[in-house]
């Protein structure tokens, strides 16, 4: 069966500083990868997604990066906060097929201050 | 662009009444749509898809149909449990290359005993 971990589970960072948040998925080669983002009782925004090892594509522009060092692993990060990037952050795998399924992680919640 | 329209919420009903959640979605190409429903501090998870128009989903009691004519894909359950209460998101996917969803704002759904 198919994994999906999230790291940290939770962040409380400075306005300014840098961020790096991580997901692993296990138990499936290949998969698509995406990381979205959640306003406090807002919607889902799709903010980038990889189909391949060092291939990730931005959908919007949130100052924020991502990549994708392994198959199994897909980081985002930025060098400086704004208070903006407060919400939940979570990772999604889909398999590499048209218009398929796309399964969350136990999301990440980040507070900027 | 694509975009889904779905029900305002808050939604607060008592247990064993019916539920609609209404979707609407404009997109010019051919979508699968989605239901996924997210429960307090986790992420996203799929309740059910359905990639071809006039065909019906359906899972733990909850049951919608892809309406291409109307462009609607209302969420149905005849009568709901407290264990319904949760966000409920529909979606849609169209295979530009990105595999990218567009999700509607979310109903939130509260459900008294």
């Known amino acids: 069966a198919q994994t999906i971990h999230q790291w940290p589970v939770a962040e409380i960072k400075a306005v300014g500083s840098p961020l790096s948040l991580g997901c692993t998925i296990k138990g499936k080669s290949s998969p698509n990868l995406y990381w979205y983002w959640q306003a406090t009782g807002g919607t889902l925004q799709q903010l980038f997604y990889?189909?391949?090892?060092?291939?990730v594509e931005s959908v919007v522009q949130l100052n924020l990066s991502a990549s994708r060092p392994k198959d199994d692993q897909f980081i985002l990060s930025t060098e400086k906060l704004l208070l903006s990037h407060s919400g939940f952050y979570l990772c999604?795998?889909?398999?590499?097929?048209?218009?398929?399924?796309?399964?969350f992680g136990p999301g990440t919640r980040l507070l900027v201050l | 662009g694509d975009s889904v329209t779905q029900t305002e919420g808050p939604v607060t009903l008592s247990e064993g009444t019916s539920l609609t959640v209404n979707c609407s979605y404009e997109t010019k190409q051919y979508p699968t749509l989605f239901w996924y429903v997210q429960y307090p501090g986790e992420g996203p998870q799929l309740l059910f898809k359905?990639?071809?128009?006039?065909e019906k989903g359906s899972n733990r009691g909850f049951e919608a149909t892809y309406n291409k004519e109307a462009t609607s894909f209302h969420l149905q359950k005849a009568s709901v449990q407290e264990s319904d209460s949760a966000v409920y998101y529909c979606?849609?996917?169209?295979?530009?290359?990105?595999?990218?969803?567009?999700f509607g704002a979310g109903t939130k759904l509260t459900i008294k005993p």
């Open positions: 979606a849609l996917s169209v295979n530009y290359g990105n595999e990218k969803i567009t």
């Open positions: 999604a795998w889909s398999l590499n097929r048209n218009q398929d399924t796309q399964y």
């Open positions: 359905v990639p071809k128009a006039n």
């Open positions: 990889s189909i391949t090892v060092g291939q």
